[in-house]
């Protein structure tokens, strides 16, 4: 099939920044496409995996992790594996991005050195507030959200965390058969010996070879998803906070709040209040979809 670029929905654009809502539903029957990075971006992924070769290699994309691009660069994404994924897509124009990188950064002159960061914890606050986020109507909030992402990014790669480097196309088919397995799952019970069987492996070099795809740890990435659908539930829907936590598989609410506090950096009702206070927002999340895909 000829290639096509994904469907992107503006969810809301200002002087020098624009965040847009990236569906796709390509699978392994089509080609790869190639496209070109007009703007400095940031993409934070919702749900799916893909691969995406950029200006340092080919990396696995999943659940949390960003993927990373330089103005006037080209870059070429495909589903290998697996059909669709969800993005919230982030566009600065050059001189807005060098005005943030000039201070979180300490250079104007600032470019990505990697074309993706895995899902780290100091990263899953500021994209558990802008996928929630995302659904606010207040262009001043998405702005102030935008600039969080980046200067979050920024900080990041300053401190010399780079994205993991390139594997076998082996050990990346196998882990993004698991990293879909988690994402459809994630609200039950899981084990690393379930996991490892799925990509016919040993508990050990399942847990290492996932690591050095993906950079971040099964547990890690089953905690950033149901997290991530926590903080959106909360955001959406007016449920107990106790009724959401079950149903993003934690076990207990004590263990909820602890967690979502040590990430969020406050509760789960004061994130809810928080949101509330910022700007309305749609409480059924009609303008943020949550397909899933399998």
């Known amino acids: ?9 503006t969810l809301a654009q200002g002087d020098g920044w624009r965040i847009n809502h990236v569906v796709c539903e390509l699978g392994p029957q089509d080609r790869a496409f190639e496209e070109h990075h007009d703007d400095v971006t940031i993409a934070a992924v919702l749900h799916g995996s893909f ?28 589903h290998d594996h697996g059909t669709g994924d969800r993005c919230l897509s982030f566009h600065f124009s ?16 600032f470019r990505f050195p990697a074309n993706m960061l895995p899902a780290l914890r100091q990263l899953a606050g500021p994209i558990v507030k802008v996928e929630a986020g995302a659904l606010a109507a207040d262009p001043i909030h998405l702005e102030e959200l935008a600039i969080g992402l980046a200067e979050a990014v920024l900080a990041v790669l300053s401190d010399g965390s780079r994205a993991v ?16 397995h988690i994402e459809d799952h994630a609200d039950q ?32 990435l089953l905690l950033n998803i149901r997290m991530r659908r926590a ?41 809810r ?20 895909f399998n």
Not at 276 to 285: E, F, K, L, V
């Open 1 to 9: 099939m000829p290639a096509r670029s994904p469907p992107a929905r």
């Open 51 to 78: 691969f995406y070769r950029g200006e340092t290699g080919r990396s696995l994309m999943y659940p949390g992790a960003l993927l990373l691009g330089n103005a006037g660069t080209c870059f070429e994404c495909g």
């Open 94 to 109: 050059r001189p807005y991005f060098e005005e943030i990188a000039a201070t979180a950064a300490g250079s104007h002159r």
């Open 165 to 180: 480097g390139n594997s076998p196309a082996r050990d990346r088919r196998r882990v993004s058969d698991v990293v879909r």
């Open 189 to 220: 019970p899981l084990g690393l010996g379930d996991l490892a069987g799925l990509a016919c492996m040993s508990r050990y070099h399942f847990l290492r070879t996932f690591r050095q795809v993906l950079g971040i740890t099964p547990y890690q």
């Open 231 to 271: 903080a959106v539930a909360l955001a959406t829907t007016p449920a107990e906070v106790a009724a959401i936590a079950f149903a993003s598989g934690f076990g207990d609410l004590s263990t909820f709040n602890a967690r979502f506090r040590a990430v969020i950096g406050v509760s789960p009702q004061a994130f």
């Open 273 to 292: 209040k928080s949101l509330t206070a910022s700007g309305p927002s749609s409480r059924d999340g009609s303008r943020l979809q949550t397909k899933r």
